[in-house]
C-alpha cells in the first residue's frame, strides 16, 4: 500500500501562488495514477486534478483549469499541485490519493490511500 503525505499549504492572498506536495512511501509510487481533491467547510470533497502513472496524462476541474498544473517526480516518489492565481474559492483542505481501479478518474470512490491533507486558505 501507498502511503501518502500532503505539505505545502498555507495563508495566500488572492492572486498569489502555492506549491502543494505530495510524498509517498511504500509501494511503488511510478505504478499508480494520483489525484488531488479538496474539501472546503460544509461541502463535499472534490476532484482537482488527475495525473497519470507517467505523466503523459493529465485531467483538471473546470474551476482550476489554467491555473492549477499536477505534476510528479517519480524518482523523488513526490507529487505536486503548482497553484497559480490563487481565488478566495480555492479556500479548503487539499488533499492527494492513490488512484484505483477503473471508476471515473473525476469521482472520489475512485481513490484510496488519503493523506491527512494540507490547508490552503486565500484571503480576499
Known amino acids: 500500500q501507498v502511503r501518502v503525505v500532503e505539505s505545502g499549504g498555507g495563508l495566500v492572498q488572492a492572486g498569489g501562488s502555492l506549491r502543494l506536495s505530495c510524498a509517498a512511501s511504500?509501494?511503488?509510487?511510478?505504478?499508480?495514477?494520483m489525484g488531488w481533491f479538496r474539501q472546503a467547510p460544509g461541502k463535499e470533497r472534490e476532484f482537482v486534478a488527475y495525473?497519470?502513472?507517467?505523466?503523459?496524462?493529465?485531467l483538471y476541474a473546470d474551476s482550476v483549469k489554467g491555473r492549477f498544473t499536477i505534476s510528479r517526480e517519480n524518482a523523488k516518489n513526490t507529487l505536486y499541485l503548482q497553484m497559480n492565481t490563487l481565488k478566495p474559492e480555492d479556500t479548503a483542505v487539499y488533499y492527494c490519493?492513490?488512484?484505483?481501479?477503473?471508476?471515473?478518474?473525476?469521482?472520489?470512490?475512485?481513490?484510496?490511500?488519503w493523506g491527512q491533507g494540507t490547508q490552503v486558505t486565500v484571503s480576499s
Open positions: 495525473i497519470s502513472w507517467n505523466g503523459g496524462s493529465t
Open positions: 511504500g509501494r511503488t509510487f511510478s505504478n499508480y495514477a
Open positions: 490519493a492513490v488512484r484505483r481501479g477503473a471508476l471515473s478518474a473525476y469521482d472520489v470512490v475512485g481513490y484510496d490511500s
